[in-house]
């Protein structure tokens, strides 16, 4: 088991249900591949710059501990899902 961090954007026009059920989307994979350790939610910023006519997202940050595998995977369906504006998966260093 290895330790994770993973930041996603997801696009800020979707009402609070939805970008709850998004985010929480994701935290149930996690969970059903390994434990979550930490949810850090910093809310909607204004974005660097306009991803996809897009100003503004909503930044999740989650630090998670899972196989070595699962990462990719996590990584898959990011890409995969509506909504989803950026994403990054780091693996912790070991101390």
């Given at each position: 088991?290895?330790?994770?961090?993973?930041?996603?954007?997801?696009?800020a026009?979707?009402?609070?249900?939805?970008?709850?059920?998004l985010?929480?989307?994701?935290k149930?994979?996690?969970e059903?591949?390994?434990?979550?350790?930490?949810?850090?939610?910093?809310?909607?910023?204004?974005?660097?710059?306009?991803?996809?006519k897009?100003?503004?997202?909503?930044?999740?940050?989650?630090?998670?501990?899972?196989a070595?595998?699962?990462?990719?995977?996590l990584?898959?369906?990011?890409?995969?899902?509506?909504?989803?504006?950026?994403?990054?998966?780091?693996?912790?260093?070991?101390?």
């Amino acid at each position: 088991m290895a330790k994770y961090e993973t930041m996603m954007v997801t696009t800020a026009t979707l009402d609070e249900e939805a970008s709850a059920a998004l985010i929480g989307k994701f935290k149930s994979l996690i969970e059903a591949n390994g434990t979550i350790d930490s949810v850090d939610d910093w809310g909607k910023r204004r974005l660097a710059y306009p991803i996809n006519k897009q100003t503004e997202g909503v930044y999740t940050v989650i630090k998670f501990t899972s196989a070595p595998e699962f990462p990719a995977e996590l990584d898959r369906v990011y890409k995969i899902t509506e909504g989803v504006l950026r994403s990054m998966i780091i693996a912790e260093d070991e101390e």
